[in-house]
């Protein structure tokens, strides 16, 4: 269901001048968990061999140049801008579109040179925690994107829960390589990068997407 988020900014009241610092709050506690994450999932992923984990760990670095981005749009005097509220929407959708060609060129790449995933404890471990934790950032954010009529806010919060599905389909991945599904791997990272590509596109146009 998507739900388009208005361009005019409303009224700095009070109450938006709160939420709007709430937002930045969120967006640098996601970037201390995202650091952490991004550096574990990169490690488990090139010591597995598995594109998804890896594909999963350079995704925790573009969804941490969207909440940079949203920090950007809510500092100082940007805070009132609408002008600074449309280039923080454009360019998290362009956050969305660095992951896809990363993806697709190391599917490539490990296919060619018969790479095959193996099983990764830290790669459980780390997803697994992503998995229950980004939906309760992606939702707060997505509910403050509202409230501010900021869609550059709600689509960080649609990354975080865009993060959570990733999550799931790297453990699956990660599961079926285990019982021989060589295949899944791969498959999973170039669904990411479709999906990547369809959320920069309703990012760009002022669209939020409820996964």
């Given amino acids: 269901m998507a739900d388009q988020m208005v361009s005019a900014r409303p009224a700095t009241t009070d109450e938006w001048l709160r939420d709007a610092r709430r937002a ?3 967006s640098l506690a996601t ?3 995202l650091g952490a994450e991004s550096a574990l999932g990169l490690a488990a992923g090139l010591g597995s061999h598995s594109v ?3 594909g999963w760990g350079v995704s925790s670095l573009v ?3 969207a909440s940079l981005i949203v920090v950007w749009r809510f500092t100082g005097s940007r805070t009132h801008s609408a002008d600074a509220e449309d280039k923080a929407r454009k360019a998290v959708a362009i956050s969305f579109w660095l992951l896809a060609p990363y993806l697709l060129v190391h599917v490539a790449h490990d296919l060619e040179a018969g790479h095959r995933a193996v099983p990764s404890v830290l790669g459980i471990v780390v ?4 998995l229950v934790s980004m939906p309760l950032l992606g939702r707060a954010k997505r509910r403050l994107g509202a409230r501010l009529h900021s869609a550059a806010t709600s689509g960080e919060g649609t990354q975080n829960l865009l993060c959570a599905l990733l999550a799931a389909g790297v ?3 990660l599961g079926l390589n285990a019982i021989g599904c060589w295949w899944a791997d791969p498959v999973m990272a170039v669904l990411l990068a479709a999906v990547a590509v369809r959320e920069g596109r309703k990012a760009w146009r002022g669209h939020s ?3």
Avoid: Q
């Fill in 52 to 54: 998804a984990l890896i």
């Fill in 209 to 211: 997407c409820c996964h």
């Fill in 24 to 26: 930045r709050t969120l």
């Fill in 63 to 65: 969804e941490a140049l």
């Fill in 127 to 130: 997803t697994s925690v992503s």
């Fill in 171 to 173: 453990l699956a991945g």
């Fill in 31 to 33: 970037l201390a968990w």
